[in-house]
Nanobody, 125 residues
């Protein structure tokens, strides 16, 4: 079993920054990929970013590329999402996800076996 806990959500003005963290505990020896998804008001859940544990390959949704950076600390079993130049359309609940098995399709939610509870990010205009 793996447990995920997100930190760092909050209220920020447009153009500001936030840093999200997600710490994994439990059977973390089998981590393959960690990712962030989000769901804004009147929107479906969408992929934001992902990073692999073995090769440290990263993936980004086009709408956040150049503004968001995903990183990970293997020793702490933690993934981070640095969000800069935030826009009101970035508002939503951000979810951390973890893959331990299976073929990796980083943009699809079915790739991931474990999910955090979500953290609210609100960007005011």
């Amino acid at each position: 079993q793996v447990q995920l806990v997100e930190y760092g959500g909050g209220l920020v003005q447009a153009g500001g920054s936030l840093r999200l963290s997600c710490a994994a505990s439990g059977r973390t020896f089998s981590i393959k990929t960690m990712a962030w998804f989000r769901q804004g008001p009147r929107k479906e859940r969408e992929f934001v970013a992902a990073i692999t544990w073995s090769n440290e390959d990263s993936y980004y949704a086009n709408v956040v590329k150049g503004r968001f950076t995903i990183s990970r600390d293997n020793d702490k079993n933690t993934v981070y999402l640095q969000m800069n130049s935030l826009k009101p359309e970035d508002t939503g609940v951000y979810y951390c996800a973890l893959q331990t098995s299976g073929y990796n399709v980083p943009t699809r939610d079915y790739t991931y076996q474990y999910w955090g509870q979500g953290t609210q990010v609100t960007v005011s205009s």
